[in-house]
Each structure stands twice: as C-alpha cells, then as structure tokens.
C-alpha cells in the first residue's frame, strides 16, 4: 500500500526538527566560550581545594628550591672566576 504524501511530509518536518535541536544542542556544547568558562570554574574549584592548595604550596617550594640553587651555582661561578684572575 502505498504512503500518503502527507504522511512522508510530515515525516521529513518532523527528522528536520529533531537533526535542527539535536544541532542547536551540539552548537552549545561545543561552544568554546561556554568551555572556556568551564574550564576556569574548575580551575578555580581545583586551585580552592586542599589538594589544590597543597600543590600550589608544592610548586612554590620547588621553585624557592630552584632559584636558591641557580643563585648559589652563579655565586660559585663568580668565585672560581674571581680567584683565577688573582
């Protein structure tokens, strides 16, 4: 038996408006100002937690670390120099 061309119509109306929502939907999830936005709130959440603070205070000695070992490797540098123009 043969389908109605209404019915057909009414089929293809209906596919146009769920691939449009179903568009709509993956515009906003792949928004990059909206992931953007994601990504700095979990950030911030992450920097706010212990472990967030933790590593930050990690990162800060390491770095205290680091500059307090290139200082001293400058100083040492400075006195072999020093003493081999004497």
Do not use: N
């Not at 449009?20 to 100002?33: E, I, K, V």
């Not at 936005?37 to 959440?45: L, M, N, S």
């Not at 800060?60 to 123009?85: C, D, H």
């Amino acid at each position: 038996m043969p389908r109605d061309p209404r019915e057909i119509q009414l089929e293809i109306d209906a596919a146009r408006e769920s691939l449009a929502a179903t568009l709509d939907q993956l515009a906003f999830r792949g928004s990059p100002t909206r992931l953007k936005a994601q990504g700095q709130a979990a950030v911030v959440r992450f920097l706010q937690s212990p472990a967030g603070k933790a590593a930050i205070g990690g990162l800060g000695l390491l770095t205290s670390l680091v500059v307090a070992q290139k200082v001293r490797q400058r100083r040492r540098a400075e006195r072999t120099v020093t003493r081999r123009t004497r």
